[in-house]
């Protein structure tokens, strides 16, 4: 699959798929002819960069986890840690958010009884 093709899939731009592989987010990407063709592996890791950018790990804690990731199964304990220290504070976002959208329906029907007055 080419980058642009990869890039409509996935909702982000070719600079950010290119911005990963320079980082070293992704890679080697295999290259036909100097195009780059992105294998299902390579598919698998940016769903997974995404993933847990989106719950709010930096992409320099997901480049170490990808790194401790390659040293093999040595690492699990860690990365099982990460995982779940990562989902703890996702966990708590979400809390959080809950939180501010109960108080924005509060203030929403306060609004709306005094449009009623």
Do not use: W
């Not at 699959?1 to 890679?27: C, H, P």
């Not at 220290?85 to 966990?91: A, F, H, R």
């Not at 109960?102 to 709306?112: A, F, M, Y």
């Amino acid at each position: 699959m080419k980058i642009d093709a990869v890039a409509k899939q996935f909702n982000i731009s070719t600079a950010t798929i290119r911005y990963y592989e320079r980082e070293g987010l992704l890679g080697p990407v295999k290259r036909v002819n100097g195009i780059r063709q992105f294998e299902s592996t390579d598919l698998d890791r940016i769903d997974f960069i995404l993933c847990v950018k989106e719950c709010g790990m930096t992409l320099g804690q997901i480049k170490h986890f990808l790194a401790i990731y390659q040293k093999g199964d040595d690492t699990i304990g860690e990365r099982l840690t990460i995982l779940q220290d990562q989902l703890v504070q996702s966990e708590e976002k979400v809390n959080q958010l809950k939180k501010s959208m109960q108080h924005l329906k509060t203030k929403i029907e306060d609004v709306k009884q005094l449009q009623v007055r």
